[in-house]
């Protein structure tokens, strides 16, 4: 990394110095006050709620440890932790070997990059809504396009969002075909790694596939670390894909007021955020949901400390530059 | 510039190279495999919303069906929705919450990323690992006292506690900035003090020109997440129907105002356009931003 060299004033200069301090501060000021209002605040909060019964209107009440207790009796938060633990597994393995296949097919094209890399791209870019009620139209078992297709063949179609046992798979299809973002960081990585590596190889009479596997994957495994880390926190916070996802199924389709759809069916797309949310804001349990937060705090804390430390590690390989 | 973590996503100016002459036979199979697979690829992604185009032209009766084809082209059903839903409306509170946003993040996020990027202070390192930190963040880890503080200030229900925020601190918008301006070579940050420019004349007339293509690619990635955003409408307008956005008010479309398939993605289709136009500009503010700065670091 370059350039962080800053300017620093002359030394013994009081008044520079101090000008200089001024303007620090007063760019910094805006950002300081919003980190405190909007995350140092609300996350001591957070944990303090965790300890009490809040329902909004009547004063918190100290509860203790109660909360963090009912979680070992609540059937619905094992429910929600399961699925969201299925997520970070099945998501973040399957879209980061995606992710890598894609970009390494757009790689090896000779013509037509362009727009192969846009069309695979664009759909990340959709609201995530949208492109939940896309995969719902296209996939709906009775005279969807998929179902109709598959029916040229003589298949039966799953029912998707209808089957606890297939909701899960058609959200992470969801979230495969959104994964253009993930895809265009790893294309950037294989299209870095320096040419001599791949010929250096080819003299070694290496194939194209021994090739990838030799020189492509290595070098650009830091990037692969930062898709996992990424996916692992994708999956944390699925949350509206797996609400539009049950709202839609569950045909009620309806923002406000009902809960009956949240985890349709079957409780099978009930992430730990949509239960949070649900505790929280429909039944107005804060002190639960807050502990709920808590917990997932705590998780996606120790996730950012394993992408932070990597990126200290990254940066430090980058200055020693190992030939690159 | 090494950090892979969340670089723009737009950051590959693929050259497409010159098309090799094949050496042999196997060679052209080879080729002809592998663009037949980035053809399929390509179709794979783009099918979902032919489909849904496709549908929203449909009659009504036709979208029940298991037809693929429309037999008539009802382009009418594009206008129709705006019938169906008070459309105009959501659409005015779509932007006025990107709009804002972004206005509020630019105003913010602008000096903060040149004092993480350019200025020498204690603490500098620390500062930055908290925005890594708000970044990673899952919003629900918040939501709860946030909540309860708009709503004892008597403000859910309205757009304000979704743009507030982004007038004092987006996490992101920093983090994205801070490393476009690191790409802007510290000559520049030093002449301009000699000549004796204050460190804000310095940002205002050095810095902000110069990191333009990446300001540029900061707000529309803000103006997209705003956009798409779900889960910060939900939690303080979901009561207010008035106060809907696009996104928040499409999630309802398919079991509430609208029963027919077709209306459904005729309205998906109308809340992707943004991002389509929005894309093509984005792509070009950043193949410039790379010539303008013209350093990888």
């Known amino acids: 990394m370059t350039a962080t060299l800053g300017a620093r004033p002359a030394p013994g200069r009081g008044r520079a110095r101090a000008r200089h301090r001024l303007a620090v501060l007063g760019f910094m000021a805006p950002a300081i006050i919003g980190f405190v209002l909007f995350f140092g605040y609300p996350l001591v909060a957070t944990v303090i709620f965790s300890f009490t019964k809040y329902d909004l209107i009547n004063a918190p009440e100290f509860t203790g440890l109660d909360n963090y207790l009912f979680m070992f009796k609540d059937p619905l938060f094992t429910k929600a932790i399961q699925n969201t633990l299925w997520f970070v597994a099945v998501l973040t393995i399957a879209r980061t070997v995606f992710a890598l296949g894609v970009a390494s097919v757009i790689a090896r094209l000779k013509s037509g990059v362009g727009l192969i890399r846009t069309l695979c791209y664009l759909p990340s870019l959709a609201p995530p809504v949208a492109a939940t009620l896309v995969f719902f139209m296209v996939l709906r078992p009775n005279g969807g396009p998929f179902a109709t297709v598959l029916g040229w063949f003589g298949l039966d179609s799953p029912l998707w969002f209808s089957d606890p046992m297939w909701a899960k798979p058609g959200i992470t299809a969801i979230m495969l075909w959104i994964s253009g973002d993930l895809m265009i960081i790893i294309l950037a990585a294989i299209l870095d790694v320096p040419q001599e590596q791949y010929e250096a190889a080819e003299l070694d009479g290496a194939g194209p596939i021994r090739r990838w596997w030799h020189v492509t994957l290595p070098t650009i495994s830091p990037v692969l670390l930062f898709g996992i880390v990424n996916s692992v926190i994708l999956a944390l916070q699925l949350f509206t894909q797996a609400v539009v996802a049950g709202s839609a199924g569950s045909g009620s389709a309806d923002s406000t007021g009902s809960t009956k759809y949240l985890g349709f069916p079957d409780n099978s797309t009930l992430t730990f955020p949509v239960y949070l949310y649900t505790q929280g804001f429909r039944y107005f349990d804060m002190g639960y949901a807050a502990a709920m937060a808590t917990v997932l705090f705590i998780i996606s804390f120790g996730v950012t400390i394993v992408l932070v430390q990597r990126m200290r590690k990254g940066s430090a390989a980058e200055e020693g530059g190992p030939g690159a | ?297």
């Open chain 2, 1 to 297: 510039m090494t950090a892979t973590l969340a670089k723009p996503p737009l950051d590959v100016p693929a050259e497409p190279e010159l098309p090799k002459k094949p050496r042999d036979v196997r060679g052209i199979l080879n080729w002809v495999a592998t663009h037949a697979i980035g053809l399929a690829l390509g179709l794979m992604f783009a099918t979902p919303v032919l489909f849904v185009f496709l549908t929203a032209v449909m009659s009504d009766d036709q979208a029940f069906t298991s037809n693929l084809w429309p037999t008539e082209w009802h382009w009418e059903n594009f206008v129709e929705v705006f019938d169906k839903a008070p459309l105009f409306q959501y659409l005015f509170n779509s932007l006025t919450y990107s709009l804002l946003a972004t206005a509020g993040m630019l105003l913010s996020s602008i000096p903060a990323a040149y004092a993480l990027a350019k200025l020498r202070w204690r603490g500098r390192n620390v500062a930055f690992l908290l925005v890594i930190g708000a970044m990673m963040l899952p919003p629900q880890v918040v939501a709860v006292p946030l909540y309860d503080t708009w709503s004892s200030l008597g403000l859910t229900g309205t757009l304000l506690p979704l743009i507030a925020p982004y007038f004092l601190f987006d996490a992101f918008s920093i983090f994205l900035l801070r490393q476009f301006m690191l790409t802007i070579p510290q000559s520049y940050v030093d002449a301009a003090r000699v000549d004796g420019c204050s460190e804000f004349q310095t940002l205002v007339r050095i810095i902000v020109p110069m990191a333009k293509p990446g300001i540029a690619a900061t707000a529309l990635f803000c103006f997209l997440f705003t956009w798409n955003d779900y889960f910060g409408p939900l939690l303080y307008t979901g009561e207010v129907k008035e106060q809907w956005t696009l996104s928040l008010a499409l999630a309802t479309f398919k079991g509430m105002h609208i029963v027919q398939w077709n209306s459904a993605m005729a309205v998906t289709f109308l809340t992707m356009i943004p991002a389509i136009i929005l894309f093509i500009f984005a792509q070009k503010s950043f193949v410039k931003g790379i010539t303008f700065t013209g350093v990888k670091g």
